[in-house]
């Protein structure tokens, strides 16, 4: 079974950083797909990135592109999303999720695990 952890979330000021980290284990890492979903309160779990199983893709949602990017180390087991010129409407519980293929998208229903998901507050 795949558990999926994330960390890195808190409380950061618009225009600032913070980088999350999802950590992977139960299955070989490097044969799954990952994406960062986000939730706000009261709305869906919108897509924000994807990175393909050797990170050679990567695919953003528009509303962050060029401000986040999703990265991964096979070796670590391990997914990031650095977050960069935070805005007040990035405020959410980030999640990380895992697809069982080489490659994903941004489709909530393309990824078979999900982690726990972890806050990230930012103040005007």
């Known amino acids: 079974q795949v558990q999926l952890v994330e960390s890195g979330g808190g409380l950061v000021q618009a225009g600032g950083s913070l980088r999350l980290s999802c950590a992977f284990s139960?299955?070989?890492?490097?044969?799954?797909?990952m994406g960062w979903f986000r939730q706000a309160p009261g709305k869906e779990r919108d897509f924000v990135a994807a990175i393909n199983w050797d990170g050679e893709r990567t695919y953003y949602a528009a509303s962050v592109k060029g401000r986040f990017t999703v990265s991964r180390d096979n070796a670590k087991n391990v997914v990031y999303l650095q977050m960069n010129s935070l805005k007040p409407e990035d405020a959410a519980v980030y999640y990380c999720g895992a697809s069982r293929g080489y490659d994903s998208g941004n489709l909530v229903g393309e990824y078979d695990y999900w982690g726990q998901g972890t806050q990230v507050t930012v103040s005007s």
């Open positions: 139960g299955r070989t890492f490097s044969t799954y797909a």
